[in-house]
């Protein structure tokens, strides 16, 4: 299975963004999603997670401004981003959690001053 994010790209800081990430197959809707992100010299760090039920859990730093979905006819997860901050600018990876497949090349989002 390959994980394909996309919808990245350069926005000005207050912008908004709507990731999209698309299993190559069917991965069955029982398996909890997240959305990571990768900084320039940083390790990858957890954004936001949605169970199977809907239920949603997301990083303190992105509380309140990112919404995480899914779309399970499509093998399809979401990010909403608004109210864009520079430090939101990374690479933006989505897997299962927990982690059973290969990281995607992800989606680089820069958000500029």
């Known amino acids: 299975v390959q994980l394909q994010a996309c919808g990245g790209g350069l926005v000005q800081a207050g912008g908004s963004l709507k990731l999209s990430c698309a299993a190559s197959?069917?991965?069955?809707?029982?398996?909890?999603m997240g959305w990571y992100r990768q900084s320039p010299g940083k390790q990858r760090e957890f954004v936001a997670a949605i169970t199977s039920g809907g239920s949603t859990i997301y990083a303190d730093f992105v509380k309140g401004r990112f919404t995480i979905s899914r779309d399970n006819a499509k093998n399809t997860v979401y990010l909403q981003m608004i109210s864009l901050k520079p430090e939101d600018t990374a690479v933006y990876y989505c897997n299962t959690i927990p982690r059973l497949f290969a990281w995607g090349q992800g989606t680089l989002v820069t958000v500029s001053s």
């Open positions: 197959r069917s991965i069955g809707s029982s398996n909890d």
